[in-house]
């Protein structure tokens, strides 16, 4: 592994060294005066004081820089290419901000998420109580949106990343994701398994009441999973940083891919200083500069990055981007939840699959397969691998349900 890219002395040292992205500079993008529709979302008791001299309390702490331009509403998005002038308009010296349209945002950087919740219309006061109306700038569209916010709202409570360098120097040595995914395709003829350990998820619900996240891994390990995916998410997903190195020290050997809703380039040192050998990150929520820069990190940290599409135009953008090992297409719709396994078939037809297959990257069907002709359909499609949380989370014994998805054991002891 190369040398950490880290310092050592606080607040900041030069040795620190992170591209700007760690410092998420928000361009301000979006001047909206659309407030319709409208509908009133929240009361709270408005500061006393401020009630008694007939002025508004303070206004919510969200989303600082926009309460400040109450006229404004604001939609954010990171990536280094924003940072230049995001800082100079955080530091108060760069003029009025940039404007553009949110759709504009999403012509530019193909991303779907907005990156931080927009504010609307101001607050309004009426006697004791505060109002917000709720219109399209600060409402989550879906559920990955507001996943995403919470996330970012999240990031503002770590710890800096210069507290994790003596930590991470005693992280567990990086295993091979990539390379233990193509032996088991090696070995088996069959899409390497990556088995998730999910304990809830928001389309779902509770997936398993009597979860005990060792016990799983252990069984999946036993049954033939390649390597595991560990929800991290704890709002959504009942997920938690500290199964990955529960995992680990409890002698497992699958590589682990930390499923996390990654933002911020922070959750990448964290995760690995947590015993995490590949990480999750969503070209939805992701722009190609905060990608590629987030690839470069994993590089250093030797973790691998599974970089997840949805659709086409997310599918051409991570082609363009060097150095991508594995490309997870989701099955799940963001909107709807629905899951749809032809969306594998319909993003690999064509030129798309002749371009991976030069590339030589590794495609990885994630959600929504539960049977051995699903396995099939997929593996036509040209995956390599599979992502399988809820068909096997659900069983009884989930590693024995390894078995019945694949349609024979793939166990490594079967094939001794
Ligand atoms: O699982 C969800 O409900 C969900 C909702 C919003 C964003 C992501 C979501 N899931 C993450 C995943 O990618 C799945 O956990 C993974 O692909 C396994 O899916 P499944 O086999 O269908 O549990």
Not at 183 to 191: H, N
Not at 255 to 274: H, M, N, S, T
Not at 276 to 296: F, S, T
């Amino acid at each position: 592994m190369e040398a950490l890219a880290i310092g050592s002395a606080p607040p900041r040292p030069p040795g620190l060294a992170l591209p700007p992205l760690t410092r998420h500079h928000h361009l301000l993008l979006h001047r909206s005066k659309i407030l319709a529709p409208r509908r009133l979302v929240a009361a709270a008791p408005m500061d006393a004081a401020a009630a008694a001299a007939g002025r508004g309390g303070p206004a919510p702490p969200r989303c600082a820089r926009a309460e400040t331009d109450s006229e404004d509403a604001v939609a954010t998005a990171s990536s280094p290419h924003s940072a230049e002038a995001a800082g100079a308009a955080e530091q108060g010296n760069g003029g009025p901000a940039p404007v553009a349209d949110a759709a504009d945002v999403e012509g530019v950087d193909g991303i779907r998420i907005r990156r931080r919740p927009v504010t609307g219309p101001p607050v309004h006061y009426v006697g004791p109580f505060q109002f917000r109306l709720e219109n399209e700038g600060n409402t989550p569209r879906n559920i990955l949106e507001r996943i995403v916010w919470d996330k970012e709202a999240e990031m503002k409570e770590r710890r800096p990343l210069y507290m994790l360098k003596g930590p991470l120097e005693n992280a567990p040595p990086v295993r091979d994701f990539v390379g233990a995914l193509k032996a088991s395709f090696d070995r088996t003829g069959l899409p390497a398994l990556i088995a998730e350990v999910k304990k809830a998820s928001p389309s779902r619900g509770v997936l398993r009441e009597d979860f005990e996240p060792v016990q799983i891994a252990q069984t999946y390990e036993k049954n033939g999973a390649a390597c595991l995916s560990v929800l991290t998410d704890a709002k959504y997903f009942q997920g938690s940083f500290d199964y990955l190195d529960a995992i680990r020290n409890a002698g497992v050997q699958c590589p682990l891919l930390c499923k996390e809703f990654i933002v911020d380039a922070w959750q990448l040192y964290y995760a690995r200083l947590k015993g995490a050998d590949a990480v999750l990150l969503i070209a939805a929520v992701l722009p190609d500069l905060d990608i590629k820069y987030m690839l470069k990190i994993c590089k250093i940290l030797g973790m691998a990055a599974l970089v997840e599409v949805h659709d086409e135009r997310e599918m051409d953008r991570v082609l363009g981007i060097d150095g991508v090992q594995l490309i997870g297409i989701n099955n799940r719709n963001l909107e709807t939840f629905q899951v749809d396994i032809s969306n594998t078939k319909k993003l690999l037809e064509g030129e798309r699959g002749q371009t991976i297959a030069q590339k030589g990257i590794i495609v990885v069907g994630e959600s929504g397969l539960f049977t051995p002709d699903h396995i099939s359909f997929v593996q036509n499609a040209g995956v390599k691998a599979v992502l399988v949380g809820e068909s096997l989370i659900k069983q009884e014994d989930p590693g024995k349900a390894i078995a019945g998805l694949f349609g024979k054991d793939i166990s490594p002891v079967s094939a001794a």
